[in-house]
């Protein structure tokens, strides 16, 4: 499959949201990454629900909801109804993780589970049948604009080894530091859904890098 691009919002003009939804709407992105932070598990604030029911009110696309936040079982349901298409969780975050996906499930949304850099994706191996996705954290999570940690390139390959086995749908998500300079490398490794934020939105034309990123061709070697 081709790759899809989930401009995340949290790079966004919030003076000017509605007209960056709009844009994302009429540009060639597939979803709407939307970034719940809640200032414990990440040392980031970012926004709740009113916000996130704001944008759903004028996407015209999928909503890929990332919770950022301690116990996110309490909360699954009203994402679910606040339009969230897709719920992830962390890993960290929850230690009953399978009854976390299956309430997401129940939710009806599609269910995700994030890593952290340090977090090894072999920890997911019983429960990567029952996912629907998993986001690879090629940052720490918390604040956008930082640096790609090179490692995610193997924690990707591997996962996608893992997947090939026990889930061969399994979507790879890659969020944290994702550009043009890296898209060929994150394809070929094995991801195929890419989260960018300030290459998108600091882009001269947001919507010309969307476009750019989506139809850029897979690099011929692993390497970067």
């Excluded at 950022?68 to 079982?73: A, C, K, L, S």
């Excluded at 969230?84 to 599609?110: D, F, N």
């Excluded at 954290?137 to 790609?148: E, I, L, R, W, Y």
């Amino acid at each position: 499959m081709k790759h899809l691009i989930a401009p995340s919002v949290l790079s966004a003009d919030f003076a000017n949201l509605q007209r960056d939804v709009e844009m994302i709407n009429a540009s060639e992105a597939d979803w709407f990454h939307v970034d719940i932070m809640d200032g414990v598990f990440v040392p980031n604030i970012s926004f709740g629900f009113p916000v996130m029911e704001a944008i759903a009110r004028h996407a015209q696309k999928p909503l890929d909801v990332h919770l950022m936040i301690v116990n996110p079982d309490q909360y699954i349901e009203r994402f679910a109804k606040a339009g969230a298409s897709m719920i992830t969780v962390h890993y960290e975050a929850c230690p009953h993780l399978h009854r976390t996906v299956q309430s997401i499930h129940e939710a009806g949304a599609k269910a995700c589970v994030a890593l952290n850099p340090h977090t090894p994706v072999e920890l997911l191996s019983d429960i990567l049948s029952d996912l629907d996705m998993v986001l690879v954290m090629s940052v720490n999570p918390g604040f956008g604009g930082q640096k790609f940690i090179p490692n995610t390139l193997d924690k990707i390959r591997r996962l996608r080894s893992l997947a090939n086995v026990l889930n061969p749908d399994l979507l790879i998500e890659v969020d944290g530091g994702v550009g043009l300079h890296n898209t060929p490398d994150l394809v070929n490794a094995g991801a195929n859904v890419l989260v960018a934020g300030n290459a998108i939105f600091a882009a001269p034309s947001p919507s010309e890098m969307i476009s750019s990123m989506k139809h850029l061709p897979s690099a011929q070697s692993n390497s970067i």
